[in-house]
């Protein structure tokens, strides 16, 4: 019963503002988020080296956001020729977000932000508590430079590849680990 109310509830937050109040251009909020290999990611750590891409979701283990990850997954190379570091985030308990990674083998750091103060600062919480599915795009500066807000789950990895080309966001030479 949890599942069917869980996915009812994300059914409807697409048809209540997935809208945030942040601006292109505007300071990005910095966060301090732990991953799903125990790592904690802070976008400070990133400036002056790596773009990054911020891309919220509302709820692991449910329909769209299975098929988004699994975007990421299956073409996470087609980002991963640029200079940026992409990120999927929830307000979900980290142990959640765990399992999500480790269903859908996600080979890219998953964040949990339980306490909602990083989802509060991006303005992404919805009418349900859950955050609403928006990407950010940041700079090298800490800017934003992007908001997209029409994000399909499917083709979520080839869409933030052709968004980083339009951005003009420059290819690696190598990809490094970090």
């Avoid at 083998?105 to 919805?126: G, H, I, Q, R, W």
């Avoid at 994000?151 to 933030?160: F, Q």
């Amino acid at each position: 019963m949890f599942k069917y109310i869980s996915v009812l509830i994300i059914f409807l937050t697409s048809f209540f503002g997935n809208t945030t109040n942040l601006k292109v251009g505007d300071l990005a909020p910095d966060f301090n988020l732990q991953a799903t290999t125990g790592d904690y990611y802070r976008l400070s750590d990133y400036k002056n080296k790596k773009v990054i891409v911020l891309a919220w979701y509302p709820m692991a283990n449910t329909r769209g956001c299975t098929i988004e990850c699994r975007s990421l997954v299956q073409k996470g190379h087609l980002i991963r020729e640029y200079n940026a570091r992409y990120f999927m985030a929830s307000v979900d308990p980290l142990d959640d977000n765990r399992d999500f990674a480790k269903k859908t083998k996600a080979d890219f750091p998953m964040l949990s932000d339980p306490t909602k103060e990083t989802a509060k600062a991006y303005d992404v919480l919805n009418l349900f508590k859950v955050a609403s599915r928006i990407t950010f795009y940041i700079g090298l500066n800490g800017n934003i430079i992007k908001i997209d807000e029409d994000i399909n789950p499917e083709t979520a990895a080839e869409d933030i590849a052709k968004n980083l080309k339009s951005l003009n966001i420059t290819k690696s030479t190598i990809e490094l680990i970090d």
